[in-house]
T-cell receptor
């Protein structure tokens, strides 16, 4: 069975500073990894994914994530945070060889302060 | 144009009632899903369905049943509603075999059981 851990319930960062939202996973075989963002009272929006290839994945709104197989991590990063980035971020995983149902982490609330 | 839409957006009902939530996607995807997000924002997969297979998360009570009149629709029917069913329900869709099967989510339906 797969699992995802987002160890921080909340991350606080000042506008203009770099941000990191952490994610570690456990899955049988090779993973497909995803990041989604949820703004208040909205559905989840796809940000980026890792399928194969380059470990550094670039996505929407200037976000990127780095796949680290040895550390089983897929941390979300952005060089310069915006107040509008404040939202709930979810990491998700599924194995690349069985089924298509995602397992989500518990979510991390990102607060960017002016 | 909304890719994945759900109706209603809000649903308030009494315990014991039967209700349905509708989902439609215009992405031409062949797989649809239902997720439940509880009050702590934790997301859990309930069902995955395409024209070949229905996969049910074993923790979902059999009071919940997905119904798909066609490939573009997956409705969620709930019998004998309980207080614990109060949550936000998200529909999603993806195309099987399309590079990681990225799932696209609807805006959610907030169900309140009184």
């Amino acid at each position: 069975a797969q699992s995802v851990a987002q160890p921080e319930d909340q991350v606080n960062v000042a506008e203009g500073n770099p941000l990191t939202v952490k994610c570690t996973y456990s899955v049988s075989g090779n993973p497909y990894l995803f990041w989604y963002v949820q703004y208040p009272n909205r559905g989840l929006q796809f940000l980026l994914k890792y399928i194969t290839g380059d470990n550094l994945v670039k996505g929407s709104y200037g976000f990127e994530a780095e796949f680290n197989k040895s550390q089983t991590s897929f941390h979300l990063k952005k060089p310069s945070a915006l107040v509008s980035d404040s939202a709930l971020y979810f990491c998700a995983v599924r194995p690349n060889n069985a089924g298509n149902m995602l397992t989500f982490g518990g979510g991390t609330r990102l607060m960017v302060k002016p | 144009d909304t890719a994945v839409s759900q109706t209603p957006k809000y649903l308030v009902t009494q315990m014991g009632n039967d209700k349905s939530i509708k989902c439609e996607q215009n992405l031409g995807h062949d797989t649809m899903y239902w997720y439940k997000q509880d009050s702590k924002k934790f997301l859990k997969i309930m069902f995955s369905y395409n024209n070949k297979e229905l996969i049910i998360n074993e923790t979902v009570p059999n009071r919940f049943s997905p119904k798909s009149p066609d490939k573009a629709h997956l409705n969620l029917h709930i019998n004998s509603l309980e207080l614990g069913d109060s949550a936000v329900y998200f529909c999603a869709s993806s195309q099987e075999g399309l590079a990681g099967d990225t799932q696209y989510f609807g805006p959610g339906t907030r169900l309140t059981v009184l």
